[in-house]
């Protein structure tokens, strides 16, 4: 089974930028959405954005202007380019890949904005 790693997290101040990776151990151009979903303690895990086989792309509205999601099928990486980073995005983010029967998550990444 594909395994995600995500690389790229940390601390950021407020307004900074950050690019997550998520790289895969074999093939994504199976998987027919990837995706990336944070989560914060206690609470569930949310979308913050995913992308087709094709290129179409989804945002959580929190997200829409700040965040680039892409992926490389030739390279098995998405990555998710957040701009413009407040407080508010603190949280682990997790890399997704759905294919059409099963769902694979990485380990995640731990993002914290902060002054």
């Known amino acids: 089974q594909v395994q995600l790693v995500e690389s790229g997290g940390g601390l950021v101040q407020p307004g900074g930028s950050l690019r997550l990776s998520c790289a895969a151990s074999?093939?994504?151009?199976?998987?027919?959405?990837m995706g990336w979903y944070r989560q914060a303690p206690g609470k569930q895990r949310e979308l913050v954005a995913t992308?087709?086989?094709?290129?179409?792309?989804l945002y959580a509205d929190s997200v829409k202007g700040r965040f680039t999601i892409s992926r490389d099928n030739a390279k098995k990486t998405v990555w998710l380019q957040m701009n413009s980073l407040k407080p508010e995005d603190t949280d682990v983010y997790y890399c997704?890949?759905?294919?059409?029967?099963?769902?694979?998550w990485g380990q995640g990444t731990q993002v914290t904005v902060s002054s």
């Open positions: 074999g093939t994504i151009s199976n998987f027919m959405i």
């Open positions: 992308i087709t086989n094709d290129g179409g792309t």
């Open positions: 997704s890949a759905l294919a059409s029967t099963y769902r694979v």
